[in-house]
């Protein structure tokens, strides 16, 4: 008779208690929020240029954002490759440095130190692969453009559309055709 008892006892107590947390899983959470700062950032290096990015000339502004995108990728995978990684092999990716090195050598080279084991960490490292083969000379070719037209222009910006570098002879704005005014060498 004990046993009935206690059954009835234990359903009358309702259902058990969640298992308390993991710690990695609660702060996975708190590592997400962290990203949405970081992406905050990457909003204002993309928005339009107001308060301390005004004083920023073009070419460095381009740069930045270039160097945020590349540090982004490069931090992102890193981050994936860690979680995915860590504990089918805890002693190639003991720590997220660990991880960033990895990285960095896939992405640059095509290979690393260690290979990953997990079809997650195979699936990531593909993916990372790939992303260093178009990603970055993408934004390499887009910092050495960006830094050969900003040469070849003057900075004279439109007071009707914005449009910051014009050519050194224009007369109108190439956007809206707005007529603009340059101070040529020689002239005061």
Known sequence: GGGVGAAAAAAAAGPP????????ASLSFVRILRLTRVLRIGRVL???RSGLLAAVPEPQLRLARILFSLFSIVW???GLIYTVERAAQPVAFRTF???L???VGVMGVGYGDAAPVTPAGKLV???MIVTG????????TSLLRSLIVSQTKVETICKRCGLRLHDPDAVYCKMCGTPIFQVYEGEV
Not at 17 to 24: G, H, N, Q, S
Not at 133 to 140: E, G, K, L, S
């Open 17 to 24: 208690p969640p298992p308390p947390l993991r710690r990695p």
């Open 46 to 48: 993309a928005g339009r």
């Open 76 to 78: 992102l995978f890193a």
């Open 97 to 99: 440095a660990h991880a």
């Open 101 to 103: 090195y990895f990285c």
């Open 125 to 127: 490292t593909a993916c």
């Open 133 to 140: 083969v178009v990603a970055i000379p993408w934004q390499v």
